[in-house]
Every structure is written in structure tokens, then in C-alpha cells.
């Protein structure tokens, strides 16, 4: 009989392959990039090979330029995996992942201060952006609706919006021919006015666009004040032009920490809000929700009925196929945060947030743009350095950091900006640890300033 080593220098090293990962040929040789191998490899040794490569990613809890959730509790994980394989699409299938997403909407729509007298609808999505698209969609066509019922012409609709909104806003009016009526940013305040808006509008509008918790600065345009002036409008003129509101990332946060703001369906004019479940929803991504206050607010010839997955489905998406996994991971954290879990979070996020702001603002080094900090998100400029935001975030990134630097919309574009959205697993340390490394940063380019006027004023030194 032969010995145990002798038959392993026998196998084939194929065979080998299954004993030792890291000791098959897939590790010595450069894996397929361009066209599908005819054989496979063994499942641990592609798991392995991919994980490595992910590495070269940023570590997500070091990632503070995404609203996006990055951790959530292992019991919400498990749920995660057991509905991986269910297409929500298949709603005959899958009835009770549907009647769950019914129920998250239901509770966002009361969450919103829906009246009760209105019969709210909604649809999950993608994220915002999806969530967006539809909801701007529906007011075109109950815009469209009106015109042709009234014997006006439809052809020109057009849209109206801060250069505070995201990018998804242009999006829609490129895609979806509407004319985008973008009005440039109040300087100091980087939100719309109403007065602004007030000069934009006409019969041929479809919506105006409004954003609470802006991408750029997380600040809340007036809504309540483009509300009045909207129901003026509408007794004056007779235009009856909605809001949607861009709850991205405030939706999720101002009806736990300001309950009193009126911002939602308590605002006549607001006819639509979407929300984005992985930003503050607190799911991972990808996962928005588009709620209308009433169901006249969304055309009926918009919904699609399709009947060929067993039952009759109605539909209201961009696209068919999608997971149900966040869907009720959404659910998950609605039965186990309760309002009062949202709200100690939100809390504890706004109170690092401020932590972090009070420090950078006291340190004289920066300037707090958005200077009420009303949601996590701080945005800062430079005061008086001889460097830009660009540098020092490239510098934070040696330590890991990610926080982006820009420039900010239109009528602004010369203040440069960094921003730090600060999410749930982000403690108090690691603000604190990430306030050292920005004053560490902010040093490295102060000594090099001293030490360039130096080479300078003698400059043998250059030689
Ligand atoms: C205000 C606002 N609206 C819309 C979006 C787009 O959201 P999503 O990434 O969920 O599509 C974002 C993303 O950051 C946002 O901040």
C-alpha cells in the first residue's frame, strides 16, 4: 500500500486543487477578464479569488460620501438570504412578499402624515432615482390629462426645481422631454426661494421639484412656503400644479426628530414624496419607495397589468425583475426599531454629526456651510489655506477616509466643499479619530506652505 504522501504526489493536481486553495493553479495564474472559461475552478477557490480582489475597494464604514447603509443586524442578514431567490415581480408566486411591501407603504404614507380621508398608494424601487422618475412621470400625464380634457395644447411641459436637486431630477427631464426650469442657488442659503419659484411657474407646469436633506449641503428647501404659494396660485389662476418632495435621505429622518415640521401630506400641494430605504431607511441598497398622497394622484392608464405569471399584477416600475430582500429587510427594521429605535438613532447620528461640525468650526480652520447641521451630513470649506478641499481629501484617503470634495450647483460653483455624511455605526471615536486625521491632513499642508516659503526666501536651499 502506498503511504499517504506518496498517494498525494500521485493525485493530479486538479485533483490536489480540492485540498488547498491557495495552492491550485488559479492562484498562479490570471483568471479569465475578457470571455467565459470553457472548464470551471472550484467554488472555494473562485470565492476566494474574488474576495482578495475586493479588498482594493474602500472599506465601506471608513465610506463617508454615501448616504447608503453599510451594516445591518445579522437577523435582518438571515431574512436577507432566505428571500434572495424570489423575484418580487412574480407577486402570484410570491403573495406575501407583495402584501409586505403594501404594509411598508402603508406606514410610510402615515409616517408622511397622509390625511385620512385619501386613499394613498405607492411602489417600492430601485432607490430614489427610480422612485423619482415615477412620481415625476405620474404628474406629466395627470398634467397631460388635464390639458387634453380642458382642449389646450399638452406639448410643452415643463419642470421646476432648485439647482439643489440631485441629478436624477435633469435625468427625468431629458429622458421624459419636459422642459427643466432650474433655478440657479440663492447664494448663502443653497436652497430655492419661493419668489424664485413663483417667477418659473406657468400653466404649462407639471410639478415643482423640492428637496428636503439636499445632496450637497442636506439642507430643506422652503416647502411649506412654495406650498402657500402654490394654493394662491391655484385660487388665483386656476393652475393646480403639485409638489413632489425629494425625501431621499430627510424622509427618513425629519418625521422622527422634527415631528412638528410640516414638510409632507400635511401640505395641500404635496402630492408625492419618494424616500430611499438604504440611505436612512437603514437597508442595504438597492431600495426606494414613491408613496402618492391618493390614488387619482397616479393615472390609471400608467399602471400595467400583466396576467402571464399566474393572476392579474398590477405594475408600476421602470423595470420588471427585482429582489424582494430589501423589501423586507425594509419591513424587518420597521418591526424592530419602532418608531422610538428610529428616532435614538437619528439622534445619535445628528449628535456626532454637530460633535464633528462644533470641532471643525471651533478649530477656525473651516467654515460650516449648512450652519443649522438639521440632518447627519456636514459640509465644510476652507478658511484662509493656501490648499484646497481636493488635496486634503486626497491626503484622508492615505488613512482610508473617503469623503468627497466638490464644487458646489449653479450661482455657487466657486465655494469647494467636503462633505461627511455620518451614518449609524459611525460612534463618537470614530468621529474623533476622524477629526485627528483631518487636523493631521490640514498640518501636512501647513508645513509644506512653511517650508516652501523657506525654499524661497533662501533659495540655495534648492540646490
Ligand atoms: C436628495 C437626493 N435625491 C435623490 C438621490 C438619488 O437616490 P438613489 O441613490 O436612492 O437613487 C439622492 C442620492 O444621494 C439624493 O441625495
Not at 114 to 132: D, Q, V, Y
Not at 177 to 197: C, F, N, W
Not at 314 to 324: A, Q, R, T, V
Not at 350 to 379: D, T, Y
Request: overall charge negative.
Amino acid at each position: 500500500m502506498l503511504s499517504k504522501k506518496k498517494n498525494l504526489k500521485k493525485m493530479k493536481k486538479s485533483e490536489r486543487e480540492v485540498a488547498s486553495t491557495f495552492g491550485s493553479r488559479y492562484f498562479s495564474e490570471s483568471i479569465p477578464k475578457y470571455e467565459i472559461s470553457e472548464e470551471g475552478m472550484p467554488p472555494r477557490a473562485a470565492y476566494q479569488l474574488i474576495h482578495e480582489e475586493l479588498n482594493l475597494d474602500g472599506n465601506p464604514a471608513l465610506n463617508l460620501a454615501s448616504f447608503v447603509t453599510t451594516w445591518m443586524e445579522p437577523e435582518a442578514d438571515k431574512l436577507i438570504m432566505e428571500s434572495m431567490g424570489k423575484n418580487f415581480i412574480d407577486n402570484d408566486e410570491y403573495p406575501q412578499t407583495s402584501k409586505i411591501q403594501d404594509r411598508v407603504i402603508n406606514m410610510l404614507a402615515r409616517l408622511f402624515n397622509a390625511p385620512h380621508e385619501c386613499k394613498s398608494i405607492g411602489t417600492s424601487a430601485i432607490g430614489s432615482s427610480e422612485a423619482i422618475m415615477l412620481g415625476l412621470l405620474a404628474h406629466k400625464w395627470t398634467w397631460k390629462n388635464r390639458r387634453k380634457a380642458e382642449g389646450k395644447p399638452y406639448d410643452k411641459p415643463n419642470i421646476v426645481m432648485g439647482a439643489d436637486v440631485h441629478t436624477v431630477w435633469e435625468k427625468f427631464a431629458l429622458y421624459f422631454d419636459v422642459e427643466l426650469r432650474l433655478i440657479p442657488l440663492a447664494k448663502d442659503t443653497y436652497i430655492v426661494t419661493a419668489e424664485e419659484v413663483a417667477k418659473q411657474i406657468d400653466e404649462n407646469t407639471i410639478c415643482v421639484g423640492t428637496v428636503i436633506g439636499t445632496t450637497f449641503t442636506g439642507q430643506m428647501d422652503p416647502i411649506n412656503e412654495i406650498n402657500d404659494l402654490l394654493i394662491d396660485i391655484k385660487e388665483k389662476k386656476g393652475w393646480d400644479i403639485p409638489i413632489h418632495v425629494d425625501g431621499a435621505s430627510g424622509g427618513f429622518i425629519a418625521p422622527f426628530i422634527y415631528p412638528d415640521l410640516s414638510w409632507d401630506f400635511r401640505l395641500e400641494q404635496v402630492r408625492s414624496i419618494n424616500v430611499s430605504g438604504h440611505k436612512y431607511g437603514l437597508v442595504y441598497p438597492g431600495i426606494g419607495w414613491l408613496v402618492f398622497k391618493d390614488k387619482t394622484d397616479l393615472p390609471e392608464e400608467l399602471i400595467f397589468k400583466v396576467n402571464y405569471l399566474g393572476g392579474l399584477m398590477p405594475n408600476y416600475s421602470l423595470n420588471f425583475s427585482k429582489g424582494s430582500s430589501t423589501i423586507v429587510a425594509q419591513y424587518y427594521n420597521f418591526l424592530r426599531l419602532g418608531k422610538s429605535g428610529y428616532k435614538d438613532i437619528m439622534e445619535n447620528m445628528l449628535q456626532n454629526c454637530r460633535h464633528l461640525a462644533g470641532k471643525l468650526e471651533k478649530s477656525g480652520k473651516f467654515e460650516i456651510i449648512n450652519k443649522e447641521v438639521m440632518f447627519p451630513l456636514v459640509a465644510v470649506g476652507l478658511k484662509d489655506a493656501d490648499f484646497t478641499v481636493f488635496q486634503l481629501s486626497e491626503k484622508l484617503r492615505e488613512k482610508g477616509w473617503i469623503i468627497p470634495a466638490y464644487t458646489l450647483p449653479e450661482n455657487a460653483q466657486d465655494v469647494a466643499v467636503l462633505r461627511m455624511v455620518i451614518k449609524e455605526n459611525f460612534g463618537r471615536d470614530m468621529v474623533d479619530s476622524l477629526l485627528d486625521d483631518i487636523m493631521e491632513a490640514y498640518e501636512y499642508f501647513e508645513k509644506q506652505k512653511i517650508s516652501n516659503h523657506k525654499e524661497r526666501e533662501n533659495p540655495t536651499l534648492l540646490y
